[in-house]
């Protein structure tokens, strides 16, 4: 068959989806670029927000039309294994797949010709831990570590749509990191919902960091994502005295009020996550920190707010996703009235995103005249006379100079803005 397929949400689903392509390729299907021309049409779906999921429905129903009358629609991912069935009466597709049934995809769509089906068990190990497919690498690419959270945050659906925690073993992992870097892969991020509790017998997740650092030809290692409350003193320590492992941790803080904080069950305050950003920066010296941010969650006052806007201003970080509080029914945080109206919702979101731009650009405007490492990803895709490729702490940055596809250069910055920095190659004897 001739799958197209579509991608929304995180990183996980990304990485998700390049699994998908490896089994259909192992399995004789091809991949093409256009629903006109496929046989079979894969949606892999986020269910984090109710917007992201409506979006998910409406352009189903879109590429039914497109796509020839014939062909499967498949929807996978977490829309999937939150509708399950529902999904055949909200929508045209043939098939349903949950998070956990990937694997099955070429089998599941062959029979899908036939009759509508549906397939979303979540299972108690990774049912993807002993992949052996041949990969295709970039110079930068995920690998997934665990699945599932157990956090059960009031707000989040991703314990109901990803399931229990469940960690690959090392060795897999270290299987699949050095058949990526064997490939010409250079940056690899470890993914998982709350990569801290990741456990392999004895071996927990700093260990497995120093473990996959020492991959050869690995040049640098980042992780995602980090929830503060498991954040140790080891981890810590790992990042600062590992090489390849980047000075760049997402940690997302969600609220500054330590009252929203205890009601979203964050386990931590702002207290606590100030003294943590503290002996990161301590350690870490040129750390990047990003976060992700929650406002109008059920019950922020004006007050609360403010006290997300001043830890913002507090902290400083290099850049975050900001979002408005969206009901998941099945959480917890879905018993509590959702009493911010919605233009203050925007309101809130509209101002703390400039003042975050603002910060971003300062930030990286101290940057200017300073040499940062880059590693070179090609050619720019707006300009082709340019490269690109970002700094170990994960800015995007535009230059000119030579430098080949895959190479750490030395840039000079001359120009920032919130989202780039722009220089040129340095002459390392200068
Ligand atoms: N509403 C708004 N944002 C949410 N997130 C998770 N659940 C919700 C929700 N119900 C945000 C959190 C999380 C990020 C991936 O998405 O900030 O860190
Ligand atoms: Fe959701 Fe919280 Fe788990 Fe993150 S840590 S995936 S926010 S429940």
């Not at 390049?18 to 093409?32: D, F, P, Q, Y």
């Not at 990937?102 to 089998?107: D, K, S, T, V």
């Not at 990047?288 to 406002?295: E, K, N, Y």
């Not at 922020?300 to 201003?313: I, Q």
Request: net charge negative.
């Amino acid at each position: 068959m001739r799958v197209y397929i579509e991608t929304y949400g995180c990183q996980m689903n990304e990485y998700d989806s390049k699994l998908i392509r490896e089994s259909l390729r192992l399995h004789g299907h091809s991949l093409v670029s256009s629903p006109e021309r496929a046989d079979a049409v894969v949606v892999n779906t986020c269910s984090v927000r109710e917007r992201a999921e409506m979006r998910v429905l409406g352009r189903l129903r879109h590429l039914r039309g497109l796509a020839p009358p014939d062909a499967v629609v498949a929807v996978v991912g977490c829309v999937a294994q939150r509708l399950g069935s529902e999904l055949f009466e909200l929508t045209p597709v043939d098939l349903v797949v949950g998070t956990d049934g990937y694997g099955r995809l070429p089998e599941l769509l062959r029979a899908a010709r036939d009759e509508r089906c549906l397939w979303t068990p979540v299972y108690r190990r990774d049912p993807y831990d002993e992949r052996d497919a041949p990969v295709t690498a970039g110079i930068r690419e995920f690998v997934a570590v665990m699945r599932g959270c157990d956090n059960y945050c009031t707000y989040c659906i991703v314990p109901f749509v990803r399931g229990r925690e469940r960690s690959r073993t090392a060795n897999s992992v270290l299987r699949e990191v050095g058949r990526l870097t064997a490939l010409g892969t250079k940056d690899i991020t470890l993914l998982g919902q709350n990569v801290n509790s990741y456990r392999d017998g004895d071996a927990d997740f700093p260990e497995l960091l120093r473990r996959v650092a020492a991959v050869p030809g690995l040049e640098r290692l980042r992780f995602a994502t980090s929830h503060p409350k498991d954040l140790s003193d080891e981890l810590i320590e790992t990042i600062a005295s590992t090489g390849a492992v980047c000075e760049h941790i997402h940690l997302p803080v969600q609220s500054g009020s330590d009252r929203v904080l205890a009601s979203m069950g964050r386990s931590y305050d702002r207290e606590r996550y100030r003294a943590l950003v503290r002996t990161i920066r301590e350690r870490v010296p040129d750390v990047a920190l990003t976060t992700d941010i929650i406002v109008g969650f059920p019950g922020e006052t004006a007050d609360d707010y403010e006290e997300t806007v001043s830890l913002m201003e507090e902290v400083r970080f290099d850049s975050a996703f900001m979002f408005r509080y969206s009901v998941r029914s099945g959480t917890a945080a879905a018993d509590l009235a959702d009493d911010v109206p919605e233009e203050e919702k925007i309101a809130r979101l509209e101002r703390i995103i400039e003042l975050q731009k603002g910060i971003t650009w300062r930030i990286n405007e101290g940057l200017v005249g300073q040499r940062v490492e880059v590693l070179c990803e090609g050619p720019s895709q707006r300009d082709n006379d340019v490269l690109f490729g970002r700094t170990r702490q994960n800015k995007a940055v535009v230059f000119s100079g030579r430098a080949d596809v895959g190479e750490l250069v030395d840039v000079t910055v001359r120009e920032a803005s919130a989202w780039t920095l722009r220089g040129v190659v340095s002459d390392r004897s200068a």
